[in-house]
């Protein structure tokens, strides 16, 4: 990872780096299916008013043209871009498909997106995204909470803790969750009597950029009061690892009274802080009442996901809760949904050059077939077909080098065993690094 | 794969035909890995002048615009693209990453590419390929065939054969792989005397398309003598599947006889033919002249597979051999290549569409836990992470209906297995289907 990308901001692995990556998106796949999440392959693109379809976005989306379209000037047909999530292509699938889907529908997706950003350390403009999802409709006059309980938004954090936590084995440090809800800063800052609520979240979003005196001004200059923007960053300020410790806040508990909204969001927070501390994933969480989750539309709770020791690259795996995640694009039904999303490419970039990783090349488990000379090749080929057919990764040498020099072909691959044909016809399996020598059959 | 897709050419699948796709792809990736390719997961993006390197393509390529720079009327950065195989990138990642590769590298690479082509069934504007290549550096003075052996091409049918073989435990019927060799059609053509081959070539390309009338035409219009025309179009009939069958054609045994490129064709054919038909693989293939791969720059081998009782669909398998693979990255270093791509979406569409998929949804491996009421929900996660820690896929009822009703919701999701928490506190595991129920212990 320290190789200069020949395209700034587009990631490409040598073999050994390599190793390591699919080793990380295995691991993740693994754990989400083992919580019975169905899987989507979403398509890469979408149309340009889809990816839009929310109005403003902070995302550069990268559109499409066919090049034979320029050429003949006949540029008529819908505009296409390349999703810059996996969230909008998700909402769109929900209403598309809903005929065909079993509500609450557990989905998880990992592929590649597109952003035309500035590359720097750990941003990308291609990379992989990894996102559980839990999506359910509103039936019969259900309510968001009764179509989509908050055990739900545990299901994710567990989901998501559990997948990081089993990254630790490949060398990943310990992952904490911060936690945070929508309603209850919502709430706060209505109890507080803040002019423009969204202006507000987008200042204390950047607070740990900025520092506490710019946020300041930017409030003030967004119309706020001196004494409520001081309040905004005590608040932003209050993180809590137990229930105890966030009801031990009285600027809070205080809002809280003045606000039903805040007083819900805060009951949200509580259950789900309780819920993962009790939790048998042995997952880290925190209240930590800075998270907002910037311009998105998140309406409840809101996660974002930090590395001990790497906390300052920022969330490896960050989301939240829609009241409604498909609003723009089914405007008579109500699909409330619940999610998080692991920065793959970021995760491992992080890992990567903080030299976290120790997962060891495919190779040591390999065997190299050697080939006694070049008329004998068949029976080398015949030794590995045989490996293969039960399940052993193996390849037969080039070449037909003498003996030592096979040996060192293979010692160059990383592959740790030979098998060669002895001299009465046995087959003989050699250790290259111990140089230990058995009689093999396969 | 009945649904008709909301963007045309844009596969994208319900879960149901999810899990058949994802078990083909799981399949395809196990075998490449126990042949031990490396893998390699390309970017999906390169600069055009890359794209368009050979010059000429046939494929219609997808450019890349930033929406933001088009709105500042600002496009002074080096163009981009979508990548339309897995071959160009390859090619270039092998000259950019050479300091960091072993050769002879073998490499795999499962991936998405797009073609801004006219959608048609089992033709896709973005669909997956799996490749596997072996590229060799000459060094030394070595000649293409000294540092890149056939028994390279021998390993790739291999590779790909027993892939697909593996697919039919799914449901695939068995393939073909079709076999031919450039240098023996160009030595055939210029013993000949046939003025114009790569037009030849391209005319052959479409025969069964366009039949044997039309083809005739079309060569004598491209300057060609009827008698000529009427060899060619011999030549592309021959089909052997054994070396005897092969070197009883007189017109072919004879032209090999006037031209020595013909000669070495012949020979590298006979030799693969012979070599996959003692293969422990049990692969099936056959000599069928009428391959030629047509615009593509093969120098050797070429390859196309057919599934049994499926041909009108097309090739799912093609590839071949390049005595240069980089020739357009690298003007000093030569490295020849011989590959294959599985076709993968159209492979997965023309067996969802003809019925032949036998996958069972991943569900009927699962448990899920059933819920007493809502106050025990914690004791059904409980019981749940514990069946997860050893790794059994399950989840927690998201509803705490009645016993009947949760069961009900288990079987629409294909789930077979439900736990409860039994009267004594103990774990009950029920069939579903047959109802047997039984004392279960983690």
Request: aromatic share 8%; glycine share 8%; net charge negative.
């Amino acid at each position: 990872m320290s190789r200069k990308s020949s395209l700034s901001g587009f990631m490409e692995l040598i073999p050994d780096e390599q190793v390591q990556f699919d080793a990380i998106v295995r691991s993740i796949r693994a754990t989400y299916a083992l919580f019975g999440f169905d899987t989507v392959d979403h398509r890469c693109v979408e149309p340009l008013d889809t990816l839009m379809a929310k109005g403003e976005t902070s995302k550069e989306v990268y559109v499409l043209s066919r090049l034979q379209e320029e050429k003949d000037g006949n540029s008529s047909s819908k505009r296409l871009g390349l999703h810059f999530d996996l969230t909008v292509p998700f909402a769109r699938y929900v209403v598309e498909n809903a005929g065909h889907l079993k509500f609450p529908f557990r989905r998880s997706s990992i592929g590649k997106v597109w952003r035309g950003e500035r590359p720097q350390a750990g941003r990308f403009r291609e990379f992989y995204q990894a996102d559980v999802d839990i999506v359910a409709k509103c039936e019969n006059g259900q309510t968001e909470m009764q179509a989509l309980p908050m055990f739900n938004d545990l299901e994710i954090v567990e989901a998501v803790g559990f997948a990081l936590k089993q990254l630790e084995s490949q060398g990943a440090p310990a992952a904490t969750i911060h936690i945070n809800n929508r309603k209850l800063l919502q709430g706060c800052y209505e109890a507080l009597g803040v002019k423009d609520y969204p202006k507000a979240l987008q200042i204390m979003d950047k607070l740990d950029k900025i520092g506490d005196a710019a946020a300041v001004e930017e409030l003030l200059a967004a119309g706020e009061t001196e004494e409520n923007a001081r309040k905004c960053i005590s608040i932003a300020k209050i993180r809590a690892t137990t229930v105890d410790e966030l009801q031990d806040n009285s600027l809070i508990m205080e809002l809280a009274e003045r606000s039903d909204l805040a007083k819900t969001g805060l009951s949200e927070l509580v259950y789900l802080l309780e819920s993962v501390n009790m939790s048998e994933y042995d997952v880290k969480c925190v209240a930590d009442l800075k998270i907002t989750r910037g311009l998105d539309y998140y309406t409840g709770s809101v996660f974002e996901t930090f590395l001990d020791g790497l906390e300052n690259y920022g969330s490896v795996a960050s989301g939240g809760r829609y009241a409604n995640l498909t609003s723009s694009f089914d405007g008579k039904n109500q699909y409330p949904g619940v999610g998080m999303s692991i920065g793959v490419s970021r995760l491992f970039s992080l890992l990567s050059d903080s030299e976290k990783l120790n997962t060891t090349a495919d190779g040591e488990s390999a065997i190299m077939v050697i080939v006694n000379d070049e008329t004998s090749r068949p029976s080398s080929n015949y030794v590995c077909a045989k490996l293969r057919a039960s399940g052993v990764t193996s390849f037969v040498c080039p070449n037909s080098n003498k003996f030592g020099k096979q040996i060192d072909f293979a010692a160059r691959r990383g592959v740790r065993f030979v098998l060669f044909i002895g001299d009465d016809d046995k087959l003989q399996l050699k250790n290259i690094e111990t140089g230990e020598q058995n009689e093999y059959s396969i």
